[in-house]
């Protein structure tokens, strides 16, 4: 018998579908030692050293786990492939003891292929890594314990101080301090609305962009109305139509932080949700292990998207070649996967008790983007039109695309991908335009937004 050990009981089950009669799974629930919240638990003079226990709740744990460890051929450590995951790993190899068999393995993706390549290929723990959890656990301990009592003398009782939290509070602290000193100006925009004579479309906005050559900058409501009296008894003429092909390129896969901000915008979650969904998929294997910042992606998963597309869209959706994605960090950990679905062809049923709708649709957004990225670009007919006011030297000036092929839009739901498209009509240059009405809008200059 072979002894596997994960950190989650879903994940545990998980790849118990998996394994044969010769594995048996446990799971850690977490941590099996911290440093104990009674004392510091750090030895400052002896170069840190933290005094990490047992966790007391995890005792008949960590029994079952020594019991099964002493009763098994090979231990093989499957904890998360991060800091917390291989200092899991370390703390159980410990309480086994330095006579154990066992062997680290790490997979991005719980699936039968990913596990029987783990086992394949056992490695060392990785003593950086655990060295780095060591280090975060220690500063969290630092900071909290030795300022937090300053704030409960110096400000008040129940406050509490943090590595990332009392940096947070200063970065919000200072963009508050600059909100206040913020001075509003008022600046004016102004617009027409004018017609070209015989056209389907019957009329369209444009804004004032320039006046005499320079740049418009109308700054009170006096300036704005000699401008609106003017443009109200103007000629107007097409002065220029620019007319060409632009394309979008589709955005990367999902790292962690780009998945967490567009669930953000798209769903208004909070960070704190998205992961817990994003786990949720992750250990009933789903998804590839969602805590990355890195847009790399294997070869196998890159041609199983190029088949899929191949085979759904047609060959008008797939590039010539796979499109990898490189990160500008210098930090990231290229080893890891972007975010992506680990079979294509899995679907979410939310009929099914163990999912609800926001499993779904993060998995749906996960999918989708993650198909976009290998499909050629989207093309637009990208037209602008500058118009010509006289007497008084306006210039005016409206822009709109029109999608002439979707391209890797193709699979991005509208609810989760929305453009606002301006529809122009046919003009040509010199052509007179009829003014159906002027206006101006008074705005303001905003101060840097609040962090979100």
Not at 44 to 58: L, M
Not at 127 to 141: G, H, N, P, S, T
Request: glycine letters at 4%.
């Amino acid at each position: 018998m072979n002894l596997i050990i994960v950190e989650s009981p879903t994940k545990a089950k998980t790849l118990g579908k998996f394994l044969g009669s010769e594995y048996s799974v446990e799971a850690t629930a977490g941590h099996i030692k911290d440093l104990p919240k009674s004392k510091l638990s750090i030895d400052i003079e002896n170069n840190f050293k933290p005094d990490f226990v047992e966790v007391p709740k995890k005792k008949e744990l960590i029994k079952k786990i020594k019991s099964e460890g002493k009763k098994a051929k090979v231990v093989y450590l499957a904890t998360d492939p991060d800091r917390e995951g291989e200092a899991i790993a370390q703390h159980v190899s410990e309480v086994l003891g330095p006579n154990s068999k066992f062997k680290r393995i790490t997979f991005h993706e719980i699936t039968k292929e990913a596990l029987e390549e783990a086992l394949a290929n056992p490695h060392d723990v990785n003593k950086d890594l655990v060295d780095a959890q060591i280090a975060r656990r220690v500063l969290d301990r630092l900071v909290g314990y030795k300022l937090s009592p300053l704030l409960w003398k110096k400000v008040r009782r129940g406050l509490s101080a943090g590595r990332v939290q009392s940096v947070a509070v200063r970065l919000i602290v200072e963009r508050e301090r600059e909100i206040e000193a913020f001075k509003s100006d008022e600046y004016w925009e102004i617009f027409s609305k004018v017609k070209s004579g015989d056209n389907k479309i019957k009329d369209f906005d444009v804004e004032l962009v320039k006046v005499e050559g320079k740049v418009a900058a109308v700054k009170d409501k006096t300036e704005a109305d000699k401008i609106i009296s003017d443009l109200e008894k103007a000629s107007y003429v097409v002065f220029d139509v620019r007319k060409k092909e632009v394309s979008k390129n589709p955005y990367p896969p999902f790292t962690t932080s780009t998945m967490t901000q567009a669930a953000a915008r798209i769903f208004g979650w909070s960070s704190k949700k998205t992961m817990s969904m994003a786990q949720k998929l992750y250990e009933e294997g789903l998804i590839t292990y969602h805590r990355t910042d890195s847009f790399n992606l294997s070869k196998q998963a890159v041609e199983n998207a190029r088949k899929y597309i191949e085979k759904e869209y047609g060959k008008d959706y797939l590039p010539p070649s796979p499109k990898f994605y490189k990160t500008s960090s210098k930090v990231a950990q290229e080893a890891h996967e972007a975010i992506r679905p680990t079979n294509l062809n899995s679907k979410l049923q939310t009929s099914n008790d163990r999912w609800g709708h926001d499993e779904e649709i993060l998995y749906k957004l996960i999918w989708s983007r993650f198909v976009a990225c290998q499909m050629n670009p989207s093309l637009y007919d990208e037209t602008v039109i500058d118009i010509g006011a006289n007497p008084g030297d306006y210039l005016l000036r409206v822009g709109g695309q029109i999608m002439k092929f979707d391209g890797w839009r193709k699979v991005i739901p509208a609810k989760l991908e929305t453009e606002e498209v301006t529809r122009l009509p046919e003009v040509s240059k010199d052509e007179k335009l009829k003014l159906i009405k002027t206006w101006g809008e008074q705005k303001f200059t905003q101060p840097p937004a609040r962090f979100n």
